[in-house]
């Protein structure tokens, strides 16, 4: 009996070995195919029974445009700054605060290593804030749940890398935009399929050649999974592909690299963040 309890642990160590690993033994790891497969715009999603908000977002972002301080907090983020803490406080009826709805798995916008906020969309909540004479309180979901918790007025404003669409318009009104986003194709780095693709017409190609047996991890609810299965309010035709939504980008990645999905359709910000941190940890 001892003798096969030592085969079988043997047998699991082994299988955990070859996780992340390609046929060759080498350690697998994810990279990013570097062409846009979209075009699309970020805003942020404000209670439709606040018009007022909105008017203050939008002259708000206008403001930080010009002056110059979104470009220094995209700085922070893209040209090697130093990211600054967002502290949310307690949520308490009796002041006046600024409810900000966001999914904090979504670096570089938003993100919480620990107990304060980081992330693009996490500083602008910030400063909002202080320009609105208002106490900044985060309220940390599920990405799918950020537009509905706005628009039953749970929450001020969602702040979550939200790309403009019609039917989160049913929840939210939309401010100006502030970021031009696009979608990623990530693969592992023994995949050889798409290094000929020049542009996102060739890759599309490839897609349309697949079936439901090719399997791509999205995050739930966001762009990449609208882009695969198709959506009309954005304009996409959708691909004969498997679409696996997890909770967030990280797992999507991590289950690729493991094998268990053959590619991840991801916003492009994140798909750095994401693969740079997976492929430290192979």
């Known amino acids: 009996m001892k003798k096969f309890a030592a085969l079988l642990l043997g047998a699991a160590l082994a299988v955990t070995a070859l996780c992340g690993c390609g046929q060759s033994g080498e350690k697998v790891t994810a990279k990013i195919i570097e062409i846009d497969l979209t075009n699309e715009e970020y805003a942020f999603g404000v209670d439709k029974n606040q018009p007022e908000l909105l008017e203050q977002v939008n002259q708000f972002i206008k403001k930080i445009k010009e002056d110059g301080t979104m470009d220094q907090i995209f700085d922070k983020y893209f040209g090697g700054g130093t990211p600054s803490a967002v502290k949310s406080a307690p949520l308490d009826s009796s002041k006046d605060q600024l409810i900000v709805a966001t999914n904090a798995s979504f670096e570089p916008f938003e993100y919480t290593p620990g107990e304060d906020y980081y992330g693009i969309d996490m500083e602008i909540a910030s400063l909002l804030a202080k320009e609105l004479g208002k106490e900044l309180v985060i309220q940390n979901m599920d990405f799918e749940a950020v537009c509905l918790s706005v628009g039953q007025q749970k929450c001020d404003i969602a702040m979550a890398g939200l790309t403009i669409s019609e039917d989160r318009k049913e929840y939210v009104n939309f401010s100006d935009p502030y970021y031009e986003a696009s979608q990623r194709l990530i693969v592992r780095s023994d995949d050889e399929k798409f290094k000929d693709c020049k542009d996102a017409a060739a890759i ?13 991890g999205v995050q739930g609810g966001t762009t990449g999974q609208f882009y695969l299965e198709g959506s009309e309010d ?10 696996v939504p997890y909770k967030n980008g990280s797992l999507a990645v991590q289950d690729l690299v493991n094998g268990n999905v053959n590619y991840v359709v991801i916003d492009s910000a994140p798909a750095v963040c994401i693969t740079e941190a997976i492929n430290k940890m192979q």
């Open 204 to 216: 599309e190609e490839i897609l349309n050649s697949m079936d439901n047996k090719t399997s791509f």
């Open 234 to 243: 954005l304009g996409f035709e959708g691909f004969p592909v498997k679409c």
